[in-house]
């Protein structure tokens, strides 16, 4: 019989292999871990796939938030221990997916993740000596496997679409998409001239309803880069 997945198989119940869309991230600590001991970085957002509005990522020893959760300090140093979940998280993202985070601003800084939109798996993490020593050094947590692109695709990390590919399917698109009401055009532009950074106008937009229901608007806001909404239409 061939291998299929039926009622009668049961899951984890923790979500697991799903997209997920940043609408809000700040700095904070949850009583459920570690006593409500240790910094987090918490993003807010929702996903089509899984019942998930909240991820977590463990900052590391001797952070501080500050500024009502905006941001983060250290007494000793301004860069995250790579065997952190935030290190691991910042090489995932920065390193392996190709994201242009250093635009957005400081890593100490939340609001730099809202608007960005990745396909999240649960991975198993194996540490040395010294770390989660009452779990075995042994863990599992959630991590971007890949950037969500526009239409619903994943882009995987490493890949690149070939110029001519990327010309034909910005065309299609172009063909296809049905045009923007003239009302949400104009209320994206003015939100666009009125915020000062991307991060700040693809966290306001993603709140109007319109924008995700639209695949390709919504792909456009979240576009960091030249051709992406706010570029176009800031100045």
Known sequence: MPDEKTSWDTKTGLPDDFDFI????AFGYREEYNRGESALLVWTGESPDEDADEIIFPLGKGWEVVDDGASVQHPKRRQFIDVSFMGMLINRVVKELGVDMKSRGPATSAEVWVGLGFHMKREKFEFGSGIMEEKGGKTEHLMPVAVIAGK???AAAGKKTPAKAAEKEEEAEATE?????????KKLTNLAKAMGTVGKFQEAAMNISDVAA????MAEVLED???GFYAKHHK
Do not use: H, N, R, S
């Open 225 to 227: 880069g030249a051709k």
């Open 214 to 217: 639209d695949e390709k608007l």
């Open 22 to 25: 940043i609408k809000g991230a």
């Open 152 to 154: 619903g695709k994943k």
């Open 177 to 185: 998409a049905p045009e923007v009401d003239a009302a949400l055009m």
